[in-house]
């Protein structure tokens, strides 16, 4: 999913997995976009049924009947920006709460 960069060579691992994380964090943003337009906005503009997704890569035109399979690559996104996070932490690991 990473953006075609002619100076990818000089990039480090974490500058990779960084780079990731971006572009998945964008595609999540562009389909929270496009779950809101169908389920709120569309509503009250008289029920759109098309939407286009521009993520700076591509564009795709979704219909409101893939409204569901938005909702589980959104699911598999946030999954996705999780693991990302936890390689790019200086640490590794996953963060802990402590309780108060």
Known sequence: ??????SFNNDSPLQF???????????LYEIEKAILYFTQEALSS?????????TGQDRQTVKRSDLSSLYIR???????ISILETR???????????PW
């Not at 997995?17 to 595609?27: G, K, P, Q, T, V």
């Not at 959104?74 to 996705?80: D, M, R, T």
């Open 74 to 80: 959104h699911k598999e996104l946030l999954n996705i």
């Open 17 to 27: 997995w960084e780079d990731e994380l971006n572009n998945a964090r964008r595609l």
């Open 46 to 54: 008289g029920g759109v049924q098309e939407y286009t997704i521009d």
């Open 88 to 98: 790019v932490r200086p640490a590794g690991g996953a963060v802990r709460v402590q």
């Open 1 to 6: 999913m990473a953006l075609i960069d002619p």
